[in-house]
């Protein structure tokens, strides 16, 4: 089955740009969505389809997607972008979605 | 406003069944499907399955599939989500969400619904 593989943590500097990665078996021919989960709250959409941010997502956050990488970027990361992100794919093999460990951002 | 609101938090012994609902407002809920996914405590996010509000159709997680069965009422915009056989494993926040249908990716969640798993 298809695996998805993010670090466990990242830190990013008040301000300064955090990038977060998604690995997959050439991801890049997939399209990627990006989820932020804050504690004890539901998951939120913040990126979908490699680079697309819904409606009320800060420009802030961006996506890529190419290779054997995705990455989630967050420009002047705030303090209020701390939170567990998760990558999702669909792995059309198993016909099934497929998240990534998800990776636990901290903002210094 | 998209909404999507789910029962609440269950308590079940080993072996039995649970159902947990998801009522949805705020959209056409036939034009989306529902996805339901299930997080352990202090783990990840598990993709259980997705049903179109459309027609019904059903897609499985292959880990879950004989257990678990996934169900809309167009009449009430609400989608049920039954999971039989509990184990302790099955512990989770379950969550529906509504899916994009064609995108695989869910743009709006419930609040979550707990399922505790205990003898």
């Known amino acids: 089955s298809y695996e998805l593989t993010q670090p466990l943590s990242v830190s990013v500097a008040l301000g300064q740009t955090a990038r977060i990665t998604c690995g997959g078996n050439?991801?890049?021919?997939?399209?990627v969505h990006w989820y932020q989960q804050k504690p004890g709250q539901a998951p939120v959409l913040v990126i979908y389809?490699?680079?697309n941010r819904p409606s009320g997502i800060p420009e802030r956050f961006s996506g890529s997607n190419s290779g054997n990488t995705a990455t989630l970027t967050i420009s002047r990361a705030q303090a209020g972008d701390e939170a567990d992100y998760y990558c999702?794919?669909?792995?059309?093999?198993?016909?099934?979605?497929?998240f990534g460990g998800g990776t636990k951002l901290t903002v210094l | 406003q998209v909404q999507l609101v789910q029962s609440g938090a269950e308590v079940k012994k080993p072996g039995a069944s649970v159902k947990v609902s998801c009522k949805a407002s705020?959209?056409?809920?036939?034009?989306?499907?529902i996805s339901w996914v299930r997080q352990a405590p202090g783990q990840g996010l598990e993709w259980m399955g997705w049903?179109?509000?459309?027609?019904?159709?059903?897609n499985y997680a292959q880990k879950l599939q004989g257990r678990v069965t996934m169900t809309t009422d167009t009449s009430t915009s609400t989608a049920y989500m039954e999971l039989r056989s509990l184990r302790s494993d099955d512990t989770a926040v379950y969550y529906c969400?509504?899916?994009?249908?064609?995108?695989?990716?869910?743009?709006?969640w419930g609040q979550g619904t707990l399922v505790t798993v205990s003898s």
């Open positions: 389809r490699d680079s």
């Open positions: 049903i179109s509000a459309y027609n019904g159709n059903t």
């Open positions: 969400a509504r899916g994009v249908v064609g995108g695989w990716y869910d743009d709006y």
């Open positions: 999702q794919v669909w792995d059309s093999s198993t016909a099934n979605v497929v």
């Open positions: 705020g959209y056409t809920f036939t034009s989306y499907g």
């Open positions: 050439n991801i890049g021919s997939k399209n």
